[in-house]
């Protein structure tokens, strides 16, 4: 506890965010789409196994969000994911990450850097975190009902997905706020 009070100390502001990791693939989701009453409208699916994961972490009242896209999950790349999330947390800020249990976040292996506290769900509730809809909203709008060509293919698809949703503060933010932890 002395070095979470030692690092807010420093903080003149607290940020809360939130952060969760999603698998992309080409065993991708298949999600509703609008069509003609009575019609069947088709929807590519994929039977190959390739896929990464989106590392992506949110300030919702702020309305920015640090993201990577890397091969798996673990703690070396949720190491990397801390950084990008340390490097975008405003000057003079302590961020509260709030995630989930999963065993990559809580490893005696991370490196967390001074400007980040960690504090975790409670299991099984993934209802908490509003990175989960935020999945949903990247999925239904740029990353479900497609085949991808190939592994790069899939990498550039996430990369656009998160860029044009760091593009939209707002989105963020209306998805991302939570009023009992913004109280």
């Not at 420093?10 to 298949?30: H, L, P, Y």
């Not at 929807?43 to 640090?66: E, L």
Request: glycine share 4%; aromatic share 8%.
């Amino acid at each position: 506890m002395a070095t979470i009070r030692a690092g807010l100390a420093k903080a003149t502001a607290i940020e809360i965010w939130w952060q969760d990791e999603a698998r992309v693939g080409q065993k991708n989701k298949i999600t509703r789409r609008w069509a003609k009453r009575g019609t069947r409208p088709a929807a590519p699916h994929d039977q190959r196994t390739r896929s990464a994961y989106i590392f992506g972490a949110i300030c919702p009242a702020r309305g920015v969000g640090a993201g990577l896209v890397l091969p798996r999950c673990n703690s070396a790349a949720m190491n990397l994911h801390l950084q990008e999330i340390s490097a975008n947390v405003a000057p003079d800020a302590h961020a509260i990450l709030i995630l989930d249990q999963a065993g990559w976040h809580l490893s005696k292996t991370l490196k967390v850097p001074d400007n980040i506290t960690i504090l975790p769900l409670p299991p099984k509730s993934p209802e908490l975190n509003p990175v989960e809809n935020i999945w949903q909203f990247i999925r239904d709008n740029w990353l479900s009902n497609r085949v991808f060509t190939s592994y790069n293919d899939i990498l550039d698809h996430c990369c656009d997905a998160w860029n044009k949703l760091i593009d939209q503060p707002w989105t963020i933010m209306s998805i991302g706020l939570r009023e009992w932890a913004h109280q």
